[in-house]
């Protein structure tokens, strides 16, 4: 089965750090996607993370640890647009084979307070 | 640049009804196309695939059926809607070579 865990929700502080964990289990695995969800809309792409290590885009890192099942996003100088929920997802072949697809955790809610 | 549209915006529908959402994507030739569902309190669940024209793979069982009739055309459906398909309804595109998937504005779902 796949099995993708992170915590429900978060709380921290504006112009704070905040580390946003994620682990997963899943038959296959190509890849682990970060994409932010304010509420009622669409998520949109953070970041896409193939081999170990920490990628780092502006504000936002994204760090993978294949070996352990392990992925965390790290968002630097909080601003209150931040407020949202944080989806990661687990990028694995498809189970009826021949293309990709997406299996996502049940999201972070983020609360930025002044 | 890609744009990805979704209509409509909301629906209330009674249970028993059918449904027909569509997708439609711009700026892009031959993209993969997918359909999730976000129920309250659960994560995005992957509900349909799509590689091409006619080309349509099923993630789980339900009541729920999908069609591409073309290239940058992919559309939801169901001949009798449950309570239980209350939801918001995404589309999303990915490239034929990439793995990105990009989301478009989604439809919320209200069965009553």
């Known amino acids: 089965g796949q099995n993708i865990d992170q915590p429900t929700e978060m709380t921290a502080t504006e112009g704070a750090i905040v580390q946003i964990n994620c682990t997963y289990q899943?038959?296959?695995?190509?890849?682990l996607f970060w994409y932010q969800q304010h509420a009622g809309e669409a998520p949109t792409f953070l970041s896409y993370?193939?081999?170990?290590g920490l990628e780092e885009k502006g504000r936002f890192s994204s760090f993978l640890s294949r070996s352990k099942g392990y992925s965390y996003l790290l968002l630097k100088e909080l601003q209150m647009k931040d407020s949202a929920s944080y989806l990661c997802?687990?990028?694995?072949?498809?189970?009826?084979?021949?293309?990709?697809?997406?299996?996502f955790g049940k999201g972070t809610h983020l609360i930025i307070q002044p | 640049s890609q744009t990805i549209h979704q209509w409509p915006a909301t629906l209330v529908q009674p249970v028993g009804s059918p449904l027909s959402l569509e997708c439609t994507v711009e700026?892009?030739?031959?993209?993969?196309l997918y359909w999730y569902r976000q129920a309250a309190g659960r994560g995005l669940q992957l509900l349909f695939y799509?590689?091409?024209?006619?080309?349509i793979s099923s993630e789980v069982p339900q009541n729920l059926s999908a069609s591409r009739p073309q290239d940058r055309q992919f559309i939801l459906s169901s001949k009798k809607l449950l309570l239980s398909d209350s939801g918001f309804y995404l589309c999303?595109?990915?490239?034929?070579?990439?793995?990105?998937?990009?989301f478009g504005p989604g439809t919320r779902l209200l069965v009553l």
């Open positions: 700026g892009t030739s031959n993209p993969n």
């Open positions: 997802a687990v990028f694995r072949a498809w189970s009826g084979g021949g293309a990709d697809g997406l299996t």
């Open positions: 999303a595109w990915s490239s034929s070579l990439g793995e990105t998937q990009y």
């Open positions: 899943t038959s296959g695995f190509n890849g």
């Open positions: 993370n193939v081999l170990d």
């Open positions: 799509s590689v091409g024209i006619g080309q």
